[in-house]
C-alpha cells in the first residue's frame, strides 16, 4: 500500500509495480495531478558539475549537512546527495522539459546555501513538470494492472496486526463508506504538516492526519519542531484569506532584497534614492548576498520589519527589487526565467513587478520533522515506511532550496524499491485479510471519531477554530520563540482543543461527500499534534536552522547551537492525548563533516 501520490509516492507506487510488486495506491485528490508537489516552483539540486564550477557530490553532501545546522543523519544525506544525478537522468528520459541553454544543454541556476549552480528547473513550475513525469509512469503501471489507484480515500487509520503494519482504513470521500484495505507493507508518502499554521503556502487540504494517526498507533515523531519559513512569499493581506502564496527562492538568484534605512518611510520605493537603501542581506553576508539559507533570510526581513523599516500597508513586507537585473539583461531574458511567476504576481496583488519591486514577507512553507526512519525509510513499526517530506530524515533542522523535489523522488525512485525487498525477505508475513479483528478496531474506531465529531453541534465554525489555533502557532511557536511564548502556547492549546470539542459545528451526515466533515477530523488531529510541536521545540533550548530560540543566539542574532546536550534526534512516542510523550534520542554522530558556527557572511 502507498498513501500518497505526490512526488515520493507516485514514483514509489510505480517503481515498486516496475518491479513486479501489486500495489494499491490511495490520494485523496480526484488526481495523482492534483498532489501538493505540483506547487513546487524553483528547481531541483543535483551535483552534476556541468557548469565546471567546483560542484561534487562531496560538496552537496556538505552544503546539505550545514544548510540544516549540522543535525541530520550523515548517512542519509551522502546517498541523497549520490542519487541526486541520476535523478536528473530518469527525469529527462521521462520527457520532463527541464530549461536548457542556447545550445541545448540542459540549464542550471543557483538557490540559497549554495555558491555553484546545481538547480535544474523547468521555469517556475518544476514541480508540475516533474510531477507529470511522475504521474506518467504511474498511469502506465495503472493500466498494466500492477497498480490499483484509489482516489479520493483519506487514510483515517494504521492497521497493526503482530506488532507490524498490516494494512489501512481510509474513509470514501465521495460515499462516507469506511473502507478496508490489507498488505504486507504500508509506506506513507503524505506530505507535511505545515498547515497547522492555518496560514502557509501549502495547500489547504494538506495535514497531518495520516501520519499522525500512524504516530497513535505507535510510530515515533520526529523533531516537530524544525519547521521551514520561506522568506519570499506573497504578504498577508487580511483575515480573508486561506493560504499564502509562494514566489520562488529562484527569483533571489535576480532580485535584490532591500528596504528603506529610514524608519517609518512610506515614500514609494522609485522614490527612495539608491543611498537611502538598505540591502541588508549583501551588506551583512558579502559571500552568500541574497543567496543565503531560507532560516537566514527569513529572520533578517523580520527583524528589519521589528525595526520598524518593513513596508506596505501593514508594515509586514521588504522589497525584492529586478531593476537592475532587467537593466543588466533586459526583461525578456527575466521574462523567461521567471514569467509565469511574475505573472502570478500581478494577477494577486495588481501590482507589475517588471516595474515596481515585489513586496514579500516570511511565511510556513516546509516542515523538516516527520514520522522518525532509520536508514531503510522504515520507522519503528516493522512494515511502515515513509518518504519524502512526510518523514524527518534528511533535511535536519533547515532545509536547502530545490532539496524537497530531490528527496521525494531519491526516496521514491531509488530508494524505497531496494529497501522494501530487505524489510519482505527477511520478515515472516502470514497471510492476512480484511476480516481480522485488528481491521475491525480500528474501523470501529474510525467510526466512533466521525460520530463524535458529528455529535457536538456546537456553534463555532471549524476554520474559525482553526484560525485560532495558527495565529497561536505564529505568534508563539513561528519565527522566534523562548520559554515564555512556547509555555503559553502550551497552555493554550489544550484549552482551544477542549473547546473544538465542546463547541465546534460539523453539518452534514457521514454517509457522502461532506467537506466540513473531513476538514474538521483534520483540525482536530492539528490540535493534538500543534501540543507535541511546541512541546518539542521548548525542550530544544538551542537554536538550530528554522528552530530559532531567542535566549540562544550570538551577539549578532543568529541561531547559537548547543551541541554538547542537543546533538540528536528527538523522537516522540505516543502515550495518550494530553499526556507527556516519552522522549527517545537518537545520537547524530559527524564523521565526515564536522559541526561548527555556521556562516554565510
Known sequence: IVVG???????????????????????????PRRAHSIAAQGGINAAKNY??????????????????DFRAREANVYRLAQISVNIIDQCVAQGVPFAREYGGLLDNRSFGGAQVSRTFYARGQTGQQLLLGAYQSLMRQVHEGAVKLFARREMLDLVLIDGKARGIIVRNLMTGAIEKYAADAVILATG??????????????????????????????????????HPTCIPVSGDHQSKLTLMSESLRNDGRVWVPKKKGDTRPPEQIPEDERDYYLERK??????????????RNAKQACDDGRGVG????????????AINRVGVDTIRTKYGNLFQMYEKITDEDPYKVPMRIYPAIHYTMGGLWVDYNLMSNVPGLHVLGEANFSDHGANRLGASALMQGLCDGYFVIPYTLGQYLASTPLPKVTTDHDAFKEAADNVQQRINKLLSVKGNRGIREIHRELGRIMWDDVGMARSEQSLTRALAKIPRLREEFWNSVSVPGSPDNLNQS?????????????????????L?????????????????????????????????????GVGKTPELHKEPLVFDEVHPSQRSYK
Open 192 to 229: 507535511g504538516y505545515g498547515t497547522v499554521y492555518y496560514l502557509s503556502t501549502n495547500a489547504v487540504n494538506s495535514n497531518v492526519t495520516a501520519a499522525w494517526r500512524a504516530h497513535k498507533r505507535g510510530a515515533l515523531m520526529a523533531n516537530p519542531c524544525y519547521t521551514q519559513i
Open 517 to 537: 466533515l473531513e476538514y474538521a477530523g483534520r483540525v482536530a488531529d492539528y490540535l493534538e499534534f500543534a501540543e507535541l510541536l511546541a512541546l518539542d521545540a
Open 5 to 31: 501520490s505526490g512526488l515520493a509516492g507516485a514514483s514509489a507506487a510505480a517503481s515498486l509495480a516496475e518491479l513486479g510488486y501489486a500495489v494499491d495506491c490511495f490520494c485523496y485528490q480526484d488526481s
Open 51 to 68: 557548469r565546471n564550477d567546483g560542484d561534487s557530490i562531496y560538496r552537496l553532501f556538505y552544503d546539505t549537512v550545514k544548510g540544516g
Open 285 to 298: 553576508y558579502p559571500s552568500f548576498g541574497n543567496l543565503v539559507p531560507r532560516d537566514v533570510a527569513s
Open 313 to 324: 500597508d501593514s508594515g509586514l513586507a521588504v522589497y525584492l527589487d529586478f531593476k537592475d
Open 539 to 575: 525542550h530544544r533550548s538551542e537554536s538550530c536552522g528554522g528552530h530559532f530560540r531567542e535566549e540562544s543566539q550570538t551577539p549578532d542574532g543568529e541561531a547559537l547551537r548547543d551541541d554538547a546536550n542537543f546533538s540528536y534526534v528527538a523522537a516522540w512516542e505516543f502515550q
